[in-house]
């Protein structure tokens, strides 16, 4: 199955709430006019595009309709599109893995997803012939070094870890070493999302960014946000945060297959201007789509 249908299938809550009520909008226009903008920003916010990216949107689509004349909701649904993609495209959609090794630092609150989407790149990439090594940054209990094994045993990556209580940049640096050692293209350093207050994360996540870059100054580097897709804007204010205090250089969105909340994709991208890189749309190995915006908006419109 290619990202279109899958992300069609795995949009599928969004769509009958959102796709539908949208068609809505637009098939019961008489004009477009007043009433017609009012049911369409509706339509967005109920979708969780956030205020601010509703509010940008259509003040755009209402410059172009009048800049533009247009007069067909065909028309306008169009250039609804366009912006859409516009708000998708604020990077390089892929992870830079152009040097062995390359680094994927994964972050966020706990819960998320993050081991999961690990264990699903980490698939993905040994599918395409790369050395992979997961490292168990994540030592705040031994459970989360053990859920990541499993995923290397299944995806066929190797795995670095200590004990449970280990110093996390300790760990990374054995990592390195190792996939130094082995060669390694791949290293994805796994995190703990539960730390008792930001300043302890914001540490923590400085201290491993220090090793890597002082293990390995020229190497591709991504900060890989993980958010969980059914908070809604509750993803958009920890997007902020981490944003914030780690450098983030991508996202990830799951559970995409679980809420009618998919418009937070395009919310995230156009308030942080960091690309959405994969989205998730279930629980199995090969449930991780690496994002296209416009198939994307094509699959919600
Ligand atoms: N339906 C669905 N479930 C997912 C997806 N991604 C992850 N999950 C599930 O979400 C739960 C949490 O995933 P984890 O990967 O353990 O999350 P985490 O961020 O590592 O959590 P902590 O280690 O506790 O911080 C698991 O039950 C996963 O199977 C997805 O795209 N769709
Ligand atoms: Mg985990």
């Given at each position: 199955m290619g990202f279109f249908d899958k992300i069609k299938q795995g949009?599928?809550?969004?769509?009958?709430?959102?796709?539908?009520?949208?068609?809505?909008?637009?098939?019961n226009a008489d004009a477009i006019d007043d009433d017609f903008f009012d049911e369409l920003e509706e339509?967005?916010?109920?979708?969780?595009?956030?205020?601010?990216?509703?509010?940008?949107?259509?003040?755009?689509?209402?410059?172009?309709?009048?800049?533009?004349?247009?007069?067909?909701?065909?028309?306008?649904?169009?250039?609804?599109?366009?912006?859409?993609?516009?708000?998708?495209?604020?990077?390089?959609?892929?992870?830079?893995?152009?040097?062995?090794?390359a680094v994927v630092l994964v972050i966020g609150v706990n819960g998320v997803g993050k081991t999961t989407t690990i264990g699903k790149i980490a698939t993905r990439l040994v599918n395409e012939g790369k050395k992979v090594m997961?490292?168990?940054?994540?030592?705040?209990?031994?459970a989360a070094a053990d859920q990541l094994e499993i995923w290397a045993g299944r995806s066929g990556a190797s795995i670095v870890r200590q004990h449970e209580g280990a110093d996390p940049a300790a760990v990374v640096f054995d990592g390195i070493q190792s996939a130094k050692a082995k060669g390694v293209d791949v290293i994805l350093i796994d995190t703990a999302g539960r730390l008792h207050n930001k300043q302890n994360l914001m540490n923590e996540l400085n201290k491993i960014s220090r090793v890597v870059?002082?293990?390995?100054?020229?190497?591709?580097?991504?900060?890989?946000?993980?958010l969980?897709?059914?908070?809604?804007?509750?993803?958009?204010?920890?997007?902020?945060?981490?944003?914030?205090?780690?450098?983030?250089?991508?996202?990830?969105?799951?559970?995409?297959?679980?809420?009618?909340?998919?418009?937070?994709?395009i919310a995230v991208s156009d308030a942080l201007k960091i690309p959405v890189k994969f989205v998730g749309v279930g629980e199995k190995a090969d449930d991780l789509m690496p994002f296209v915006a416009k198939d994307f908006v094509d699959a919600l419109i």
């Open positions: 949009l599928a809550k969004t769509r009958a709430a959102f796709t539908e009520m949208l068609n809505d909008v637009f098939d339509t967005l916010v109920l979708a969780d595009l956030g205020m601010d990216t509703v509010n940008k949107l259509m003040k755009e689509l209402r410059r172009r309709v009048e800049t533009r004349g247009l007069t067909t909701t065909e028309h306008v649904k169009f250039n609804l599109k366009l912006i859409l993609n516009d708000m998708l495209n604020v990077g390089k959609p892929e992870l830079d893995l152009s040097t062995s090794p997961m490292v168990a940054g994540d030592t705040f209990r031994a870059e002082r293990e390995l100054p020229d190497a591709a580097k991504e900060v890989l946000l993980v969980d897709g059914t908070t809604g804007q509750n993803g958009l204010i920890q997007a902020k945060q981490f944003k914030e205090i780690a450098g983030v250089t991508a996202v990830a969105i799951t559970k995409l297959d679980g809420t009618a909340k998919g418009g937070i994709v």
